[in-house]
């Protein structure tokens, strides 16, 4: 028999509001809190050695902590200097916590104008040959990385002001910024493009949340008519999370959990936070727990529902196979609802062996500790992959955020010396990193738009409407579902 449990995480359309939302029944990392203490170190390290270069604190070699002002001039490369990959990105990722991209671009402009005497009647052409080529690769991995920040028509202006001053030193760089600039245009292009397409679907969705109508024939059409094969279904979910995924910027987990710098006395960096494609995923995440409880409670039969059950545990087996732990997820919550866990009849019908295992590999115990060893095994068949259908690793992404969010939590940004926190970033930047080289993997299976339609746009009941088609399907038990049933005819169906 199956058991009656609450869905481990449907996450409403409101999760941005992490702040609240997070801290009611989300489990605490091991990844956050127990690595940091409340001084943002590790206890270990106190005794070690310390030393400071130019502003820049270190501990056994490693960038810990600084001032804002030192991590930007550690960003700005000079004739002889260039920065590691990593800190650009950590600090890239980190820094709109206390600057907007714009200022920060602004003022590694003024600065590099400054340093390289950018200014003067006549340039040192030897000097800027040396230093231009590093300029122009420090945009270039901004551009490419964090595409988004320059839809703000400042950072282009304050790119283009940083070529005009070296290209008369050297021609090649009128050529290397039209090449920067016209990837940069396509790359938001098809990331514009991308969102609009999600923003119709969702769309289209929204007019299609209905209430359970005594099973009108417009709902009839299930998903066994649209695609009976498992495991083609869990390859095209693959494709839509893949989609999802390739929309959403690493500055979105930053973004998400922005608070007023304690040390900027006038506001907020980012008072509209911009996280949509964000949402978009935790919308679709939804979408999918719904639509499979929907599928499940329709069919009038309990044969019929016992079908639809066994083909999403096959569903789910496969997207665990494939390394799809996010629809894997959905799926698991879907079946969890309580208008589904309710069927006792028709789970009596159902070969639950399948599903415990699954329920295993997602349950929460112990931090989901279970399905943090299998995304390691993911994560390193990944990495020694020979196709790309073996580097698919697709987080389960309401997991991945609370760890970001505890993460953020946890430490404080800044240590009380006024410093910014710059270990916790660089933890945050190995999270966010690790996910951004999964989100780029291409989808190696054939797409069926047909399949992928239906999902973005089938009717889904509501959780009044899904209540009502499991009493329907199989009456109340005691008197709170009776009443309840009764209340939901009457609301839903205008019957007493």
């Known amino acids: 028999m199956h058991p009656r449990k609450e869905p481990h995480a449907i996450l409403t359309s409101a999760t941005l509001q992490l702040h609240s939302r997070f801290r009611e029944g989300m489990p605490q990392t091991l990844s956050s809190t127990s690595m940091f203490t409340p001084c943002s170190f590790s206890p270990h390290l106190h005794s070690s050695k310390e030393d400071e270069q130019g502003g820049l604190i270190f501990q056994d070699g490693n960038l810990t902590s600084a001032s804002l002002d030192a991590l ?16 650009i990105f950590t600090f890239l990722l980190s820094s709109r916590l206390f600057i907007e991209p714009h200022e920060l671009l602004s003022r ?30 420090l945009l270039t991995e901004w551009t490419e990385t964090f595409p988004y920040d320059f839809q703000e028509e400042r950072m282009i202006g304050h790119l283009k002001d940083m070529i005009h001053r070296i290209a008369p030193c050297d021609e090649a760089y009128w050529k290397k910024m039209n090449q920067l600039l016209q990837t940069l245009n396509q790359k938001l292009a098809t990331l514009s493009h991308g969102q609009e397409g999600i923003v119709k679907i969702n769309a289209a969705v929204s007019d299609k949340l209905v209430a359970f109508k005594s099973k009108p024939p417009s709902i009839q059409r299930e998903i066994l008519s649209v695609c009976s094969d498992p495991y083609t279904l869990a390859q095209q979910l693959t494709h839509v999370e893949l989609e999802r995924l390739s929309h959403i910027g690493p500055e979105e987990f930053v973004q998400a959990f922005v608070h ?8 907020p960096c980012f008072s ?4 949509s494609n964000l949402e978009a995923y935790v919308k679709w995440f939804n979408r999918l727990c719904y639509l499979v409880a929907t599928e499940i409670c329709m069919p009038a039969k309990k044969k019929q529902r016992a079908q639809v059950i066994e083909f999403f545990i096959d569903v789910a087996r496969e997207c665990f ?15 969890n609802m309580s208008p589904v866990s309710r069927l006792k009849k028709t789970w009596s019908k159902v070969k639950t062996a399948k599903f415990f295992i699954l329920e295993h590999q997602m349950d929460p115990t112990g931090n989901f500790y279970n399905y943090r060893t299998a995304l390691r095994g993911a994560a390193h068949r990944s990495l ?3 196709s790309n259908r073996e580097k698919i690793v697709i987080p389960f992404f309401s997991l991945l955020i609370k760890d970001i969010y505890f993460l953020n939590e946890g430490c ?7 410093h910014v926190n710059f270990e916790k970033f660089l933890e945050l930047a190995k999270q966010v990193g690790e996910f951004i080289t999964w989100k780029q993997v291409e989808c190696p299976f054939e797409q069926d738009a047909n ?4 999902l973005h746009t089938a009717p889904i009941f509501t959780e009044d409407g899904l209540y009502l088609a499991s009493y329907e399907s199989e009456s109340p038990e005691n008197q709170t579902e009776k009443d309840r049933w009764k209340s939901l005819r009457s609301t839903i169906l205008g019957k007493t």
């Open 451 to 454: 399949i992928i339609h239906y």
């Open 412 to 418: 404080a940004n800044r240590l009380p010396n006024g």
């Open 384 to 386: 020694t992959a020979h």
């Open 72 to 87: 930007i001039q550690h960003l700005i490369p000079t004739t002889d200097y260039y920065p590691e990959k990593a800190y």
């Open 321 to 335: 196979n494939i390394g799809n732990f996010n629809s894997l997820m959905a799926i698991i919550s879907g079946m």
């Open 260 to 267: 007023k710098d304690p040390l900027d006395g006038t506001k």
């Open 272 to 275: 509209d936070q911009k996280t």
């Open 108 to 137: 590694v402009c003024h600065k590099c104008i400054e340093q390289q005497r950018l200014d003067d009647p006549v340039l040192d052409k030897a000097r800027i040959r040396k230093f231009g080529p590093k300029i122009l690769q």
